[in-house]
């Protein structure tokens, strides 16, 4: 066993090298050059981020991250453990039984102005994985809408359209109701409002 | 709707192994001149004479540890020089020197066990030279070490040569299917770009800053070589990992279609394709248990919301939205299933009883495993399934035409108990110390789980955690570090050292007493030793962790 260690040590060795110096470029750069060219001419938008732009063309975010919103006026997303952070995105890490879950939760609650007659639905109380889900549930939107028509002077049922509007471009084919995209929602409103 | 949807998830790799086992049967044959075109001519000028050589399972086995030196050496040298080397448009800083060892073992044993956040700590060349780069040969490593086996249990003293596997590996299969994968990735949302972070002034106004970078080529590679390291922290939870719920459909079926495919191959090999498919389907019957099991209790609500207004869901703590109810569960089982270890839900969250699902994929290993160590792992359980079998009707036992005596059970054994005993031990000694006890996030039962999940995790090579451990401290970096790196080599090691002393044996001609090994009935003996003894040395760990935290949690 030694002498055949010993014995192949040079060739081993040279071997090793040569062939892991050929495949770092093969696989660290050659692969990843070929995606970055399909994806530059293909999918430029998307590659880049999904960044969504005002009217003067400055970043406002992107349509696949959440970000903060806080004001009545905006739609909320879910609560987030690192508050949105998209250069440091993470979960809660939390049991789903233990204490700390349920504080937050009784803060949200409150928050929301939820009680029994009127139940916050479970997304908008629990942290999601990333931090960074774009998409609350269409109950959950629909929860939030008289807060937002009546904090921008606008009738329900224009919120009301708005929202289902958004929903139906996000279903899941087993779901009736699809999913909202807060940002999006919230962009919408504010052209609208403008014009 | 979740029978459906298991149905779909798991459907399709099945499928599609069976074509693509046949297809990594040719690109391994060492006779075969599908390889030798002119890459793999330029390749063979790049390794030297050593390529032609036909080698010995030692021979083999030293050839593969050179590799994986120079893969360690490189990739510390690559992490350690970050800061002054190209491609870090965000100006990423040098790593501290334990994360560097403990990152450097994660990537080179194919576990990718992250005590970093991809986006915080590393740049844009580190990311793709250094662990993408190991995410291939790691993988391929394994695939490799497998071909190696089944040949010496196809009764050649000649395992083939490691460095032509590896190539190949990497060359045929691993790249072609990455390219596949990540176009299909780019296509369905996800980033792929050289260009830095970019500041964002929200709606309301505050600064929200978004990292991004070349994240499809990335997450191919980390589900279909069972690596699961991800280029940003919260793995394929991250929205520029996995956007929709078609991302997340193609990232999950990726994670076990090679481990699938190598049974088949190993099963062409060796000539007996019956006897891959009784395997096979032992393993099959594992994951979807596996999955249903965790599908059924993370139905079940936040058991935390109890009494407020808040409407009853599934619970939702820790997932996202996109990927629709019941996915997180499939995924969840199918990644600690193999030893994939991406996440597409924060596993800390899970429920207390869920938790038991991933952690008991990674004590058994044998679900399909890591691509080629999976099998690798199953035939320790197939020779000590033999053995006991051998021992009840009183001959000799054999598998695959040689005698199994005394040694090979020796290395066997050793090979059984070299996983339970890095994971029990290093968990009694961090829950007792401050190492552990000092980093956990969750009190009590739910702490421990933390700290046997993050032992089970590196042990099993497979990469994914209770992230509320605060592990980026030295001794975790160190110990999980040393863990990785024998639960890797020595249950690679002592298969190949058993299978190469079967083959120097004389063949026993198969006659009407001989155990058959290609029947309903030796499924049964494979998936009876595999759960005794998958129970018998886990069980009180089991017990102690997530039981004791549902009954503490959810029994009022």
Known sequence: MKKTIMKDTAPNLAASLRIALATIVLCGGLYPLIILSFAHFATPETASGSLLRDRAGNVVGSRLLAQAFTRPGYFWPRPSAV???????????????????????????????????????????????SGLDPFITLKAALFQAPRVARARGIALSDVDAAIRRHADTQKIFWSREGLVNVLALNMELDTVQKK | ?????????????????????????????????????????????????????????????ISMLFFNAIMFGAVVLMLALQHVLPLNPDGKGPLEASLIFNTAASFVTNTNLQHYSGEVSMSYFSQLFALTWLQFVSAATGIACLAA???????????????????RSTLFILLPLSIVVALLLVVGGVPMTFEGATAAQTLEGAMQTIARGPVAAMVAIKQLGTNGGGF?????????????????????????????????????????????????SVMLLLLILKSGIAL?????????????????????????????????????????????????????????????VP???????????????????????????????????????????????????????LALLVHPLLILVGTAVFASTSWGAGTVLNKGAHGFTEILYEFSSAAANNGSGFEGLGDNTV????????????????PIILPLAIAGSMAAKKPVPETIGTLRIDTPLFAVVILGSVLLIGALLFMPVAVLGPVADYLSTSIH
Request: glycine share 10%.
């Open chain 2, 475 to 490: 001794p975790w970096n160190v110990a999980t570090g040393l863990v990785m790196l024998l639960g890797r080599f020595i």
């Open chain 2, 1 to 61: 709707m979740p029978i459906l949807m298991l149905l779909l998830f798991i459907s399709l790799p099945v499928l599609l192994s069976w074509p693509l086992g046949l297809f990594m049967t040719k690109v391994m044959d060492p006779s075969s001149k599908s390889g030798d075109g002119r890459v793999s001519i330029l390749l063979r000028k790049t390794g030297g004479r050593m390529l032609d050589r036909e080698q010995e399972w030692k021979g083999y086995l």
């Open chain 2, 296 to 356: 059924n209790l993370e139905s079940a609500p936040s058991m935390a919301f109890r009494g407020l207004p808040i409407e009853t869901m599934s619970n939702l703590e820790g997932k996202e939205l996109r990927f629709g109810p019941g996915t997180a569960a499939i995924w969840a089982a199918v990644t600690t299933a193999t030893s994939n270890g991406s996440v597409n839900c924060m596993h800390d969250s899970l429920n207390p009883l869920t938790g038991l």
């Open chain 2, 232 to 280: 940003f922290g919260p793995n394929s939870t991250h929205p520029f990992e996995n956007p929709s719920f078609l991302t997340n459909y193609i990232e999950c079926i990726s994670i076990p279609l090679i481990a699938m495919a190598t049974v088949w191959m190993f099963g062409r090999i060796t000539g007996r394709m019956r006897h891959a498919a009784v395997i096979f």
């Open chain 2, 149 to 167: 086996l089944a040949r010496a249990l196809a009764g050649n003293t000649l395992v083939g040569n490691f460095y032509r596997d590896m190539l």
């Open chain 1, 83 to 129: 508050k949105y952070n998209a250069a440091g995105a993470g979960g809660s890490n939390l049991s789903p039984a233990g204490p700390e879950v349920r504080e937050r939760a009784e803060q949200t609650v409150a928050d929301f102005g939820a009680d029994s007659r009127r139940p916050l639905p479970a997304d908008l109380a629990t942290a999601s994985g």
């Open chain 2, 359 to 413: 952690l008991a994929g990674m004590w058994l290993n044998v679900i399909f495993g890591g691509v080629g160590v999976g099998f690798i792992n199953m035939f320790i359980f197939i020779i000590v399934g033999v053995f006991i079998c051998g021992m009840m009707v009183g001959r000799t036992p054999e598998y695959c035409a040689r005698k199994v005596e005394t040694h090979e059970m020796k290395l066997a054994l």
